[in-house]
């Protein structure tokens, strides 16, 4: 079965600073990584994701994550946030979307507050 | 075409009282997952449909949840008898069939008196 843990629940952080949200996960096959991104009242929308090649994949806002196989990691970062990235933020992973059917499995969430 | 819509967006129900969703997919997504998410967790897996064949059901969905997907387009979730410990976000999202990105609706929230 796969797991996933986020190591925060919550990560305040002043504006202009950089940040990192940190995701492990447990899995005893090959799995894909998500992040998903969940405002006050909204549903989830999909920030960045790992399928295959490299490892570090962005994000059109300027966020990054890594993927670490040896660590089984998928740490979030941005070098520099706003305001405006005040959310909630969720690390999930699928184990395939053919026959497995692609179903997600989340982590707790983190809640990134961002200070003036 | 507007993504995923979810209806209604907020339902307070009273104990021991029936309730359903209503969930739109986007047109061309042949894949629909229904997720339940508590105050403070992130989103769990109940059941999922490819085309009107549901295909997959967590262990979370219990007797009194039923979901149907009849024509392969919408679907619904309903929740026979409700409880207080039902009251959650529920979050319906669709893709592609071996697509890697799944769109979620708004969700609709539930709140058993």
């Known amino acids: 079965a796969q797991s996933v843990t986020q190591l925060d629940s919550q990560v305040p952080v002043f504006e202009e600073a950089p940040v990192e949200l940190r995701c492990n996960y447990s899995s005893s096959v090959s799995v894909y990584l998500f992040w998903y991104v969940q405002y006050p009242n909204q549903g989830l929308q999909l920030l960045l994701k790992y399928l295959s090649g490299s490892t570090l994949v962005e994000s059109i806002n300027g966020f990054e994550a890594e993927f670490n196989k040896s660590q089984t990691s998928f740490h979030l970062r941005k070098p520099s946030v706003h305001i405006s990235d005040t959310a909630e933020y969720f690390c999930a992973v699928s184990v395939g979307f053919g026959t497995q059917g692609g179903k997600l499995i989340f982590g707790q969430g983190t809640e990134l507050s961002v200070k003036p | 075409d507007t993504g995923v819509s979810q209806d209604p967006r907020h339902k307070i129900t009273k104990r021991g009282q029936n309730v359903t969703f209503r969930c739109d997919p986007i047109?061309?997504?042949?894949?629909l997952y229904w997720y339940r998410q508590t105050l403070g967790q992130g989103p769990e897996f109940l059941t999922y449909f490819q085309n009107e064949a549901q295909l997959e059901k967590s262990r979370l969905l219990s007797d009194r949840f039923s979901a149907e997907r009849p024509k392969g387009s919408f679907s619904t979730l309903e929740i026979q008898r409700t409880e207080q410990g039902d009251s959650a976000m529920y979050l319906c999202a669709s893709s592609l069939k071996g697509g890697a990105e799944a769109f979620f609706g708004q969700g609709t929230r539930l709140t058993v008196v």
């Open positions: 047109s061309e997504h042949n894949r």
